[in-house]
């Protein structure tokens, strides 16, 4: 593969339309598809072409990106009957990094490797500012040798490691979200406790900067609870998703995960109260519901 790589990028979402624009105008040759084709025409702007199928977009690619929404959804597009597997090229790669479950990712590896196609599963974390701005972290599993030739793609869109086998990345991801969905609802209720009590919410924010309590979390997500802003960047159905299949995994390693159970049953009645679309930070609205505050 040169330095500059064809790159047939799959899901341009609230993420991987920023992903492939970074890509696209750092000099690679970047040819996009998203299932709703509008949502990838605004790359056109950065120089990507846009696709009208998904083989069309990966085929002859050095590099396939799949960034949908899950592991049906990768499935789908990878192993399908219009998958693009069968029609990559012998010694491409293909990167997954969409939020997976493990054993979903260990299956791709095998049937790409199968393929002579080189695979790793590299989910991020970092939302839409952390894709906008090159600086998520990205978990990678899979191929080693890959990973070191890919490392200057990687580095357009933040830091990446490379942690284990093809499923470890996406092991990864869940540890991830797992301690994202707790500590959020921790804030949740650090914030609304101290607010409760008559204390300016703000200023605690303000108060536990540099401490041990200290986090991106507390300072941003915090932020944004107190001024009303669920805007999304992670939405509540995907934490959702995340957390319930961290418990399920866990549950297969006979690991108790109750901090987790809880953020699940927090993420359940957002969404079964039709906030499932809000940003993950609407914690803070559930808690206020559950204490009657609203």
């Known amino acids: 593969m040169s330095a500059q790589r064809s790159i047939g990028f799959i899901g341009t979402g ?3 339309l920023h992903m492939a624009r970074r890509l696209a105008e750092a000099g690679h040759r970047v040819t996009a598809w998203n299932r709703t084709k509008s949502k990838a025409v605004p790359l056109k702007e950065s120089g990507a072409k846009i696709a009208d199928s998904v083989v069309e977009a990966a085929k002859g690619a050095d590099i396939a990106i799949v960034m949908v929404s899950d592991g049906p959804a990768s499935d789908e597009v990878i192993l399908g009957e219009s998958g693009i597997l069968e029609h990559m090229e012998d010694g491409s790669a293909l990167l997954v990094m969409s939020s997976i479950p493990m054993e979903t990712a260990a299956a ?8 002579g196609i080189r695979y790793l599963d590299a989910p991020v974390s970092g939302g839409e500012p952390g894709a906008r701005d090159g600086k998520l972290t990205i978990m990678a599993g899979g191929d080693a040798g890959a990973f070191e030739e890919l490392r200057p793609l990687f580095k357009v869109l933040g830091r990446s490691t490379h942690v284990g086998p093809a499923g470890t990345g996406s092991l990864a991801k869940l540890a991830n979200q797992v301690i994202v969905g707790n500590t959020i609802q921790t804030v949740a209720e650090a914030l609304l406790l101290a607010q409760s009590g008559g204390a300016d919410p703000a200023a605690v924010i303000e108060a536990l900067k540099g401490g ?3 986090s991106p979390i507390l300072q941003n997500h915090g932020k944004r609870m107190i001024d009303g802003n669920f805007e999304p960047g992670g939405r509540c159905h995907i934490q959702l998703k995340d957390t319930r299949t961290a418990e399920e995994l866990g549950s297969s390693f006979g690991v108790v995960m109750p901090m987790t159970g809880q953020a699940h049953e927090t993420f359940a009645n957002l969404v079964e109260n039709g906030q499932g679309n809000l940003d993950h930070n609407a914690a803070y609205l559930d808690l206020r519901r559950r204490c009657g505050k609203d």
């Open 212 to 214: 041990f309590a200290d």
């Open 108 to 115: 791709q590896g095998e049937a790409a490797l199968a393929r």
């Open 14 to 16: 609230i993420m991987g």
